[in-house]
């Protein structure tokens, strides 16, 4: 059987659509093997071989070679099987070429179908990896259609669905408006919108300052943290790898050039750019301009929580309208934050300075702050609080260690053993003997007895 131009076919679509022939050879061979099993309906099992450059096909029969033919068209003589194949024994399997009757036709729309089927498929799987590739960047699509509040985009071999819920809020676009999109997910088995797309996503932000910014591109400026509410405003935390160039001054450019193109693309959304420290409490500092902060003090490592303090002036510059620089600062850190005024501060400061207690690492950090801020009011009043509350724990140390001795003086006047004394003073024996020969009052052994004179001698030389 003849099917023409087949190997003209396969080169043609290898080169136009890149699916390699032996690919569509082997998917033909399947197909009209399995159409031809159909055809017969004998049960028997069929294989095909192509041959491209001539255009023409070969059916066999499967059949295992037996003494004795139950079914023709699965069965052989170990005669007739050796006139194929000389090596052929009981038991093996060898393939009997035959030609089937009305099958040409059937041949025809076969290998149409299969051509038409792994044209899709391969189309499918080629432009699954030409987005994998692009996931988390920014690609150009065309407005092609209107559909209720979304918009179906050409992004040129694919279309995609631009949601509502990922546009920038107020956004409006026109029939054949060239627009630009962030790719954040391909999947291959979802095939009404195989590639997802956004404009409301922190990433395209992200990907924005990285196309227009050449330093960011080159690594000589990285972005850090972006954190952005669509259409309303945005921040983006920078750091420079160089000493020698301003990273906030080079992504804002010159008379602001390079901010505004991704300002007006971004539908005039605000954005804040700051340099992120790695000292978190400077970060969170930058994070909250143009509010200025008068400390920042972590109040849980763990959950990472700190209190913000600003003066009064500042405190709804340091919120922000409807709580948005607050809350772009949380996103931009990741830690929670509860901004609050001097006032409020020195009203409530007890309770701030009790969770620090429970750190000392927050204690010493703390404290380091308040030297910092030897000119900051805030400052002293937080470590004249942590140095009174020490004071305070030492004085109870005492008031208890006196309590102590106050019920040794009752059995003074009589003898008491070491491990006895020990006890009462909530020393360990051996510390105890230490501590005394110090003094020098020598006892033998921790079995010994004290005499009343040696433990009014121990209370009075070696605890007070």
Not at 327 to 335: A, D
């Amino acid at each position: 059987m003849i099917i023409d131009n087949l190997d003209q076919v396969a080169n043609q679509i290898e080169n136009e659509r890149g699916i390699k022939k032996e690919f569509l050879y082997e998917a033909l061979e399947q197909a009209l093997a399995s159409a031809c099993r159909k055809h017969i309906g004998d049960g028997s099992q069929l294989e095909c071989a192509l041959n491209p450059s001539a255009g023409t096909m070969q059916f066999f029969r499967v059949k295992e070679v037996v003494e004795d033919i139950f079914s023709e068209s699965t069965e052989i003589l170990v005669e007739e099987a050796k006139k194929i194949d000389k090596k052929a024994e009981l038991g093996d399997e060898v393939s009997v070429e035959f030609i089937p009757t009305d099958f040409g036709r059937i041949a025809a729309q076969i290998a149409k179908q299969v051509i038409t089927q792994r044209l899709r498929e391969a189309e499918r799987d080629s432009v699954f990896e030409e987005f994998q590739l692009k996931i988390g960047k920014v690609v150009n699509g065309t407005v092609q259609q209107v559909e209720n509040r979304s918009y179906l985009i050409n992004l040129g071999r694919t279309e995609s669905i631009l949601n509502y819920y990922d546009q920038i809020p107020g956004e409006k676009f026109e029939l054949n408006e060239v627009i630009r999109v962030y790719v954040t997910n391909v999947d291959r088995n979802n095939r009404r919108n195989m590639v997802a797309i956004s404009r409301s996503h922190s990433g395209l932000l992200r990907a924005l300052f990285e196309s227009e910014i050449p330093e960011i591109n080159d690594g000589i400026i990285e972005v850090m943290s972006v954190a952005r509410e669509p259409g309303i405003r945005a921040k983006v935390a920078i750091k420079t790898n160089n000493p020698s160039i301003g990273a906030v001054g080079t992504c804002v450019g010159q008379m602001g050039g390079r901010i505004q193109t991704i300002i007006k693309e971004l539908g005039n959304e605000k954005i804040d750019v700051l340099e992120w420290n790695e000292d978190i409490k400077t970060f969170i500092a930058n994070s909250l301009k143009p509010a200025n902060i008068s400390n920042v003090l972590i109040t849980d490592i763990e959950e990472k929580q700190a209190t913000v303090v600003v003066e009064k002036d500042q405190l709804s510059l340091a919120i922000g309208k409807a709580g948005v620089n607050v809350r772009l600062s949380v996103n931009l850190t990741g830690w929670k934050l509860n901004v609050i005024s001097t006032e409020e501060f020195n009203e409530n400061h007890k309770s701030i300075i009790d969770k620090i207690q429970n750190n000392k690492d927050l204690i010493q950090d703390t404290q380091s702050d308040s030297n910092s801020l030897q000119n900051s009011q805030l400052g002293k009043a937080i470590a004249n609080d942590i140095n009174k509350e020490k004071e305070k724990q030492i004085e109870e140390t005492k008031e208890k260690l006196k309590e102590k001795l106050k019920s040794i003086q009752k059995q003074e006047e009589t003898e008491m053993k070491v491990s006895v004394l020990a006890k009462l003073l909530n020393v360990k024996t051996a510390e105890l003997m230490e501590k005394a020969k110090a003094k020098g009052i020598d006892i033998k052994s921790n079995r010994s007895t004290l005499t009343p004179d040696q433990v009014k001698n121990i209370k009075e030389k070696v605890f007070i």
